[in-house]
């Protein structure tokens, strides 16, 4: 009996792909009960989702359904972001660690800004081959240091200006609080993984196509 690669039974929605875009649909139709587009218009976002999704080296039904989601939940052109296009293009970590990376609770404000009216770009559904978050050459890979300062920074942006510099001790927090978060995201199941990301872009303002 021929054996099926485990690596396969991630993608075996894939293997029937109409049908895999009418499960999201599903899904769309559900968290988005008001939506007046019909399901053909629907379908045909779905199907951009996907491949915009691949292009980021996102591969398995879970995760190219999740990015579908997020995409309707916040703006179809959401990777363009600076700080997610920089995190999906930092290439010292898998794919997974880089997509739920983005789900962090430091990552709020930045969801927050894709959120605002004047981000949104609608061209993002009819054309996935438009700009993407380009890889960062080995030169331009963000350090330690430069994660721990983001981090920071970020946390800093929920209070009142003025921020002032990080101090060591807070830079040094930021760095052991990056790699406990690197440590728990490779112990996450991948049934865990899906959840939370579900759950995540439950969570984000949400938007008409």
């Keep these: 009996m021929p054996q099926i690669p485990a690596s396969q039974f991630d993608r075996l929605l894939q293997q029937d792909m109409p049908a895999f875009v009418d499960k999201t649909l599903a899904v769309v139709r559900e968290s988005h009960p ?31 359904m999740a990015y579908v989601l997020v995409m309707f939940a916040s703006a179809p052109n959401f990777d363009q972001h ?6 999906l293009g930092d290439q010292r970590f898998s794919i997974e660690e880089r997509w739920e990376r983005l789900f962090e609770e430091d990552f709020d404000d930045v969801w927050g800004e894709i959120a605002e009216p004047d981000f949104y770009d609608g061209e993002y559904w009819n054309d996935p081959t438009l700009p993407k978050a380009k890889p960062l050459g080995p030169d331009e890979q963000p350090t330690a240091d430069d994660w721990a300062e983001l981090v920071v920074g970020l946390k800093q942006s929920r209070g009142p200006a003025p921020y002032p510099p990080a101090t060591r001790q807070e830079l040094d927090q930021a760095r052991q609080d990056l790699v406990d978060a690197i440590k728990k995201r490779r112990e996450t199941t991948p049934q865990e993984w899906e959840a939370k990301a579900r759950e995540a872009a439950k969570g984000l303002s949400q938007k008409r196509p």
């Design 82 to 87: 600076p700080l997610v296009a920089r995190v």
């Design 34 to 64: 008001t939506y007046r587009q019909t399901d053909d218009m629907l379908r045909g976002s779905i199907r951009g989702g996907f491949k915009r999704a691949l292009l980021h080296g996102l591969t398995t039904d879970e995760q190219l």
